[in-house]
């Protein structure tokens, strides 16, 4: 798989958690809601699944961010590869003829040097995604306890119990995805840089 299709892989990942983590947050939103009918029994329930929402749009925010920094990967890589084909073209037309090598020499420098530079901010945008990626799967693990959080909650839920642990049991199940989504992500981002 080439570069560019890893990259594009990567950024149908991203958008696989934004969906997911979007999920999350209308679960969270319904588990409110049904924590208050619930009454002070699931008082606790109701603190976990507010955490449970906000870090659910930290991830999708974390996310959408990703995207922008996938969108601009794709345009440094696409520029550097259309260098190397400039530069690629120079070498070849310089070896037709002797007098061409000179004039075309200086050109191929300036190319190369142009090209080093690309090369160095795709470099450090790779390094930034894997930084942001990491950060999330962090975020990811965070989600989890606050999910089994809610699972230990569900059970103080009196006569909705079984309502606040489906609820509990889903978000957890999201959240499993969620990770595994990112553990893709970084996969084929730790592709992209080899």
Same mark, same amino acid.
């Given at each position: 798989?080439?570069?560019? #299709? ?10 696989? @958690? ?8 209308? =679960? ?9 009918? /619930? ?7 109701? @603190? ?11 991830? /999708? ?21 259309? #260098? ?8 070849? $037309? ?14 191929? &420098?300036?190319? &190369? ?18 930084? @942001?990626?990491?950060? $999330? ?5 965070? %989600?989890?306890? =606050? ?18 642990? &489906? =609820?509990?049991? %889903?978000?957890? $199940? ?12 970084? $996969?084929?981002?730790?592709? @992209?840089?080899?």
């Amino acid at each position: 798989m080439s570069e560019l #299709q890893l990259i594009a892989a990567a950024n149908e990942e991203i958008k696989s @958690v934004v969906g997911i983590a979007e999920n999350i947050s209308l =679960i969270s939103v319904n588990a409110m809601l049904v924590a208050r009918q /619930a009454g002070t029994h699931a008082v606790g329930f109701g @603190v976990v699944a507010r955490e449970l929402r906000m870090n659910s749009e930290r991830m /999708a925010a974390a996310m959408l961010g990703l995207s922008s920094l996938i969108g601009r990967l794709v345009v440094a890589t696409a520029r550097s590869r259309s #260098q190397t084909r400039r530069i690629n073209s120079l070498n070849a $037309t310089g070896r037709c003829s002797q007098q061409a090598q000179a004039s075309i020499s200086v050109a191929c &420098q300036r190319s &190369q040097a142009d090209l080093s530079a690309m090369v160095k901010g795709v470099a450090a945008l790779r390094h930034e995604l894997l930084s @942001v990626i990491s950060r $999330t799967g962090k975020q990811c693990a965070v %989600g989890m306890v =606050i999910a089994r959080s809610a699972t230990i909650e569900a059970a103080y839920g009196a006569a909705m119990q079984a309502v606040l642990r &489906q =609820i509990a049991v %889903g978000v957890e $199940t999201s959240i499993g995805q969620l990770s595994t989504h990112i553990h893709t992500l970084k $996969t084929q981002m730790q592709e @992209v840089e080899a």
